[in-house]
């Protein structure tokens, strides 16, 4: 069973920038690929990005490609999440997961997420 743990998270000015960590334990993470999620407050959690297993591709949502870059340095190493020109919108608990790659749909087991907000 994956076991997953994110940091990175903080309170940010709009315009500044922060990176995320998902460190994982568990003898399946390094087979699937891997995502970040997040919920704002009263909004359902949504995809955000998404990585294969050696990294070499990667999905986003479309309105956070030019700002957002997932990354992973191999298939047992932490994900990264980079962050940039932040604005308050982007304010939300942000959650890795295990990623069905047809879908951009987690599966598994939820780490307890890090909070980013953003201040104007």
């Known amino acids: 069973q994956v076991q997953l743990v994110e940091s990175g998270g903080g309170l940010v000015q709009a315009g500044g920038s922060l990176r995320l960590s998902c460190a994982a334990s568990?003898?399946?993470?390094?087979?699937?690929?891997m995502g970040w999620f997040r919920q704002a407050p009263g909004k359902e959690r949504e995809f955000v990005a998404a990585?294969?297993?050696?990294?070499?591709?990667?999905n986003y949502a479309d309105s956070l490609k030019c700002r957002f870059a997932i990354s992973r340095d191999g298939p047992k190493n932490p994900v990264y999440l980079q962050m940039n020109s932040l604005n308050p919108e982007k304010t939300a608990v942000y959650y890795c997961?295990?990623?069905?790659?047809?879908?951009?749909?987690?599966?598994?087991?939820w780490g307890q997420g890090t909070q980013v907000t953003v201040s104007s």
């Open positions: 568990g003898r399946t993470f390094s087979s699937y690929a």
């Open positions: 997961a295990s990623v069905v790659w047809a879908t951009m749909t987690s599966f598994g087991s």
């Open positions: 990585i294969t297993t050696n990294g070499g591709n990667t």
